[in-house]
């Protein structure tokens, strides 16, 4: 198994070589090629910016050309017509597409699937429309011409081509760094799961716009150059095809990388200019191409490398499986470990700070409702719990048990009533906030982040609430005291080994297990628990009692439980709920008295 | 004639050249939309079927110079077209949109280079038949061309029939029932994978009768495969995604929006289709007959 610094200097060495091709080698090519090469490096940082978007942010933009177009023709139109010096147009160029993708993000960031794409193409098509008519700024359909490049040196293409070369370097370092920062983890678990990213303290919304902007950004540079290489722009550039074929290189090559993109944007942009030559409906082998790649090569060109390579290091694989046992810390798949004593170690200092916030209750909950068109799911509850209760919450199906987490973490919208937490009205704050304010939450259907390692989990637990989440020229693994928090909450549940295992192959009860670890990881006040003991078996139901035991006595917590032997064993205090009122709330002795809740779960003619 | 009847007679055209355009977009628009709410595709390549069969109508109608021969010829094609794509390509892509985008995008623009192909770079506008040329009076206030009459009053046409085909027949019931839950409708028993077919089909025919209708109206240009794709999207968007009802209305406001931007702001004509579409979706996210 080779180590992080080996592959980390394997990769360097690959990108300097690649460099130095691009440096040495171009400049010999016919005149042709280096043309084809340039129109590569353009659309490359195109496809590699549509690729942040919808392959790390989940956005599948099919406007990604107007930016483009903006840029391209904002520049065009400042050089060609009003013989502006380049530094002005490119800047113009460039806060233009930016403009652009601020006003678009505005309209679709909110929207999601075939909305998100029906407005982004709606957009992009407006400004086609526009690029098409308004003849005295565009010059129609018939294109603007005369896009002169800056100084006589770089009218000769074997110049411009270095200059064209640095800003690809530049943007895709920049593209990489930010894809492997704080802000890019945030993004993918976004894209993953944005009910959880919600309850974790980040704004969704906003790290979507913030996104959104940056992509366009990168797509107006994209376009600046772009005018620049073929000094000359057609309303072909904000066109449905541009859009599709930016989308078209991210497939092929292969979505979520930024290699892929780049090689993408070659192939077709290679296939382009030399079979349109020699072939007259080369738009067949075009439409051909895109219905292939979607069928036998959905992963693209990176995909298939990558599955070779894998091949070729079975070996080393097996190796890396075995890497936990070595370090002695190796734990059965399914097994809980409750590691009682680290996990109250980790949590305590989330508590200290919170001495004189004892005479305020840490959640109060008057006369909530929630109904849905006339199903009322939660009916007139009020509860109190005090800082470190241990409060569960009982019910049958149906009860309104999660529909009330739902209600206090901020997922939905109540009916009317109100909740409180440490005394602050939080009835309208958003979910990020509450949990910002020390609120958090686990879910009963496992809610982790699938694609993304056991680490990347934990950290974004961890930077939830932190301010470095919205950092985007660091990676992730510069933030020194993210990445020690998260080494130490991962030894103390014994997942250390298994770091950098996607979650989705993790056990089902490790997985549980993670769920609470990643609540703890942004250091809540209240924590709610919403089963965190579904599907195990009676021993790891047994260990993940034990686990819920040793968390920290004043953090607040409350339980859903289905079973009432557990909820009896975790909680001070019990409340019942059926049929979304509160229909019993005491002592464990108290509620195991009570006849009510008996005729609830038993029926009468057994009581 | 007084200043105030040409201004009418001027309103009367803008109103019924929208109504026209509307009339021809809901028989497009229908189409699109089944496909989409029933099931969860959208059909890039739908622009490139109505082209195709604008091509082939305008042919048949050159070769026979029958109308409903033209028409319905146009209208097999495209449904036999539809069927092959789905056959072969998209029911391997059940339930993922974005592979379902792109590959018809593929065949769309296959099937719009075989135009091409086939008929040259040119426009081709088919000719009107003898027995609806020439201008109807409407309310004594305007003389209309008759064929423009007859694409309303075909639109509302196409309209009663999928109302009475969804809401009164068996067959219906069970596309209805896949809209509204598609696992269970597969539970009680429901043959989904071959309705799919039928309806995917079918989707393709209504581009085919719109191609068909179409063509002496709007008639059949290299591009137009994306101009109409589109109209159907916006009109989809307004209407609500699967809603027949949704379509309609969409379909008239768009071409009424269409046809008075374009003679009162020729320039803004882009605006005037996508500004309301965008002016609606702050508002109602899913449409104005979506589901929320």
Redesign the interface.
């Known amino acids: 198994m080779r180590s992080v610094v080996e592959q980390r200097r394997v990769r360097v060495a690959v990108i300097l070589a690649l460099i130095v091709a691009a440096v040495v080698v171009p400049p010999h090519f016919p005149p042709f090629l280096l043309t084809v090469v340039m129109l590569s490096l353009v659309y490359a940082i195109l496809a590699m910016s549509l690729d942040v978007l919808m392959g790390y942010g989940g956005m ?1 933009s ?1 406007g990604q050309a107007a930016f483009f177009g903006l840029g391209a023709y904002a520049l065009g139109i400042l050089v060609a017509r009003y013989h502006q010096a380049w530094p002005i147009a490119v800047l113009v160029g460039l806060g233009l597409g930016t403009a652009g993708a601020a006003i678009a993000g505005l ?1 679709a960031v ?2 999601r ?3 998100f ?3 982004t ?2 957009f992009a ?2 400004l ?3 690029a098409n ?2 003849g005295q700024m565009t010059n129609g359909y018939v294109g603007l011409r005369g896009i002169r490049r800056p100084y006589a040196g770089l009218e000769s293409d074997d110049n411009f081509y270095y200059v064209l070369l640095g800003v690809f370097i530049v943007a895709a370092f920049a593209m990489r760094r930010l894809v492997t920062s704080p802000f890019g983890l945030g993004l993918r678990g976004i894209r993953e799961s944005e009910s959880r990213m919600k309850t974790t303290g980040y704004n969704v919304w906003l790290h979507k716009y913030i996104a959104f902007v940056i992509c366009g950004a990168f797509a107006a540079l994209a376009g600046v150059a772009y005018a620049f290489v073929t000094e000359f722009v057609t309303p072909e550039v904000l ?2 095809t541009t859009s ?1 074929d930016a ?2 290189m991210v ?1 092929l090559g292969g979505v979520g990388t930024l290699v892929g993109p780049a090689l993408g944007a070659a192939a077709i942009v290679g296939l382009r200019n030399y079979l349109s030559s020699y072939i007259d ?1 080369w ?2 082998i ?6 292939l ?3 036998f090569a ?1 992963k693209g060109i990176v995909g298939f490398a990558s599955r070779w390579w894998r091949r070729k290091e079975v070996p080393e694989e097996e190796e890396h499986a075995a890497v936990p046992a070595e370090k002695g810390d190796l734990r059965e798949p399914g097994r809980l470990e409750p590691a009682a004593a680290d996990l109250r170690a980790i949590t305590a200092e989330s508590t200290a700070t919170q001495g004189n916030s004892h005479k305020v209750a840490a959640l109060q909950i008057t006369n909530l409702r929630k109904a849905f068109g006339t199903i009322h799911a939660v009916e007139d509850v009020s509860i109190t719990a005090e800082v470190g209760a241990r409060l569960a919450i009982l019910g049958p199906n149906g009860a309104g048990k999660t529909t009330l987490f739902n209600l206090i973490s901020g997922l939905y919208k109540p009916s009317s009533g109100d909740i409180s937490l440490f005394g602050k009205r939080i009835t309208r704050v958003p979910p990020h906030a509450r949990a910002h304010m020390g609120l958090g939450r686990t879910f009963q259907i496992t809610n982790l982040y699938p694609t993304l390692t056991v680490a990347e989990n934990i950290r974004l637990g961890i930077l939830g609430t932190r301010g470095a989440r919205y950092v985007v020229h660091a990676p992730v693994s510069s933030l020194t005291s993210v990445s020690e928090r998260s080494t130490e909450l991962l030894k103390a549940i014994g997942l250390w080994g298994r770091r950098d295992m996607e979650v989705r192959h993790l056990s089902y009860g490790h997985q549980r297990q993670l769920e609470i670890v990643m609540a703890l990881a942004s250091e809540p006040k209240v924590l709610l628990l919403d089963e965190p003991a579904a599907g195990l078996s009676v021993p790891e139901t047994t260990r993940m009692v034990e686990l819920i035991r040793s968390l920290d006595p004043s953090l607040t917590l409350l339980i859903i439980e289905h079973d009432m032997d557990v909820a009896f064993e975790l909680a001070t205090e019990i409340v019942v709920l059926h049929n979304g009122r509160l229909l019993a709330r005491g002592t464990r002795e108290e509620i195991r008295a009570s006849s009510t809740v008996r005729d609830v779960y038993l029926g009468h003619a057994y009581a | 004639m007084t200043a105030t009847s040409i201004e009418l007679q001027q309103w009367a055209f803008r109103i019924l050249d929208g109504l026209t355009l509307g009339g021809l977009l809901f028989v497009l628009a229908s189409g699109f939309t089944l496909a989409l709410g029933v099931m969860k595709i959208v059909n890039i390549a739908y622009g490139a079927f109505y082209l195709l069969a604008s091509y082939i109508a305008w042919d048949i109608f050159q070769r026979t110079g029958s109308f409903p021969l033209a028409v319905a010829g146009a209208a097999a094609v495209a449904a036999l077209v539809g069927l092959t794509v789905q056959q072969t390509v998209l029911r391997r892509l059940y339930l993922q949109p974005l592979p379902q985008i792109l590959v018809t995008m593929g065949v769309a623009l296959i099937v719009s280079e075989l135009g091409v192909i086939f008929w040259g770079g040119y426009p081709r506008v088919m000719g009107e038949p003898s027995w609806l040329s020439g201008a109807t009076s409407v309310f004594g206030i305007v003389f209309y061309p008759t064929y423009r009459l007859f694409i309303v009053g075909a639109a509302v046409a196409v309209g009663l029939c999928l109302w009475v085909l969804l809401e009164r027949t068996r067959l219906g019931g069970l596309v209805r029932a896949c809209v509204d839950d598609e696992e269970m409708a597969r539970g009680m028993g429901v043959n989904v994978s071959r309705l799919y077919a039928g309806v995917f089909a079918f989707s393709s025919l209504l581009a085919g009768l719109a191609g068909g209708l179409g063509a002496p109206f709007l008639g059949a240009y290299q591009g137009a495969e994306f101009d109409v794709l589109l109209y159907a999207l916006v009109i989809v968007v307004l209407g609500g995604l699967g809603s027949i009802a949704g379509a309609a209305v969409a379909s008239v406001v768009v071409g009424i929006l269409d046809s008075v931007g374009k003679s009162l702001f020729p320039d803004l004509s882009y605006f005037t289709l996508f500004a309301p579409m965008i002016l609606i979706l702050l508002v109602r996210p899913s449409g104005l007959w979506g589901r929320a």
């Open positions: 599948e099919l309209l909110r929207l699937g075939l909305f794409l029906v407005i193409l709606a098509q407006v086609w429309g526009i008519r308004w066109s449905i599709f989308m078209l497939i409906h738009i067949m075009l439409g051909a191409i895109y219905i790649t979607v069928l959905p």
